[in-house]
Each structure stands twice: as structure tokens, then as C-alpha cells.
């Protein structure tokens, strides 16, 4: 069965500091992978995906994340973090022609300290 | 635009009681609909997805069942709610194959 592995439970980093929080799926067919946001008591939002192209993604807020099929993985980076970066991170794949189901990963925990 | 709203925002029940959240769509037509719950310090796990009226693909054996009487109308439901039913219950929509966007969310606490 296809899965999604985020390899940390929780990252604490320092404000201004560069973060990677890490993501491996495993499927031996094509995916689409995504990695969302969760604010507290809040729902999930989409911070960028990979369908096809130019393996390295961008969002808006200055993080992005490079797909690596030799390694299927699929890590969050951002060069220097800030406060309002604390919150909890999902990758999530999306086996092509599926049915649209999303696989999530159980979540990595990224608080930043001042 | 299209946005998601979820109803209602929290809610207490007490075990054997009756379920019912509610979850639209606007701004767009025939969507892809998901409900999703995520337990305390766990991941999503996907419950119920449709892709049309009527049409209901259950992931997981469990307490819950689900119907989508109207195009952009999802509603999850529980004809008696068990302490295991707790948690936070997304609906998420897709308006094709690809990405999902999701709404604010109903916590659920069954006491």
C-alpha cells in the first residue's frame, strides 16, 4: 500500500534560522505531492504542490520543496523561518488517476523560538 | 471565488446520540467532496469521498456514514456516536483530479 513518511514528529527551530522538515512517500507509479499548513483549530492550507515540471516548487511565503523521484521524497525547506511559521505540516500524496485521494503523512510539529 | 464552510464549528455530544455535520461548497459546480477526521496528534485519514450526487466511496468500516443530497452539499452522519468518534472532521472539496482545499474544520468531542 502506498504511504507517506514525514520523518519528524516535531522540529523546534530559532527564529531566522533555514528549516527542512522531511517527506517520503512510497509508490512505484506516478504521484502528485503537496504539503499543507494547519494553524491551530483551524483547516488545512495548501502552501504548494508538484503535479509535473520544474522539480523544485515555490510558495508564497518563501518556502519550497524539491521532488526527488530517485529518493521519492519530497522535503519542505525555507531559508530563514519566522514566528508565525509555528505550525503543524503535512505532505500528502495523490495517486495519479485515483480518484483524487490524498495520502497523508502523520504531520511534523515546527515550532519556532525567538 | 470558491470557499468551504463547515457547520458547526465545535460540538459536544454524549455517546449514543445522533450525528450530523454539514459541510458546502460555493462558487463552483460538481466537485470532488472529502471528509476527512484527524484524531489528537495523528494525521488525516480520509473517511468518505464523492464525486457526484449520490455518489458516496466509503474508505473506512466505522460508525459514520455519508450523503451528498445536493451538488455542493456533503453531510456526515452517525446514528449513534461512540467515544472513538472524537476528533476533528475536515470537508475538503476539488474541483478536478488534483488539489484539495479544505474548510475550517468541526471538532467533535463525544463524552
Known amino acids: 500500500a502506498q504511504s507517506v513518511t514525514q520523518l519528524d514528529s516535531q522540529v523546534p527551530v530559532f527564529e531566522e534560522a533555514p528549516v527542512e522538515l522531511r517527506c517520503n512517500y512510497s509508490s512505484s507509479v506516478s504521484v502528485y505531492l503537496f504539503w499543507y499548513v494547519q494553524y491551530p483549530n483551524q483547516g488545512l492550507q495548501l502552501l504548494l504542490k508538484?503535479?509535473?515540471?520544474?522539480?523544485l516548487v515555490e510558495s508564497i511565503n518563501g518556502f519550497e520543496a524539491e521532488f526527488n523521484k530517485s529518493q521519492t521524497s519530497f522535503h519542505l525547506r525555507k531559508p530563514s523561518v519566522h514566528i508565525s511559521d509555528t505550525a503543524e505540516y503535512f505532505c500528502?500524496?495523490?495517486?495519479?488517476?485515483?480518484?483524487?485521494?490524498?495520502?497523508f503523512g502523520q504531520g511534523t510539529e515546527l515550532s519556532v523560538k525567538p | 471565488s470558491q470557499t468551504i464552510h463547515q457547520w458547526p464549528a465545535t460540538l459536544v455530544q454524549p455517546v449514543g446520540s445522533p450525528l450530523s455535520l454539514e459541510c458546502t461548497v460555493e462558487g463552483t459546480s460538481n466537485p470532488n467532496l472529502y471528509w476527512y477526521r484527524q484524531a489528537a496528534g495523528r494525521g488525516l485519514q480520509l473517511l468518505f469521498y464523492s464525486v457526484g450526487i449520490g455518489q458516496i466511496s466509503s474508505e473506512v468500516p466505522q460508525n459514520l456514514s455519508a450523503s451528498r443530497p445536493q451538488d455542493r452539499q456533503f453531510i456526515l452522519s452517525s446514528k449513534k456516536l461512540l467515544l472513538s468518534d472524537s476528533g476533528f472532521y475536515l470537508c475538503?472539496?476539488?474541483?478536478?483530479?488534483?488539489?484539495?482545499?479544505f474548510g475550517p474544520g468541526t471538532r467533535l468531542t463525544v463524552t
Open positions: 500528502a500524496a495523490m495517486i495519479y488517476n485515483q480518484g483524487g485521494k490524498l495520502i
Open positions: 475538503a472539496w476539488s474541483p478536478s483530479a488534483y488539489e484539495q482545499y
Open positions: 508538484y503535479l509535473s515540471g520544474s522539480t
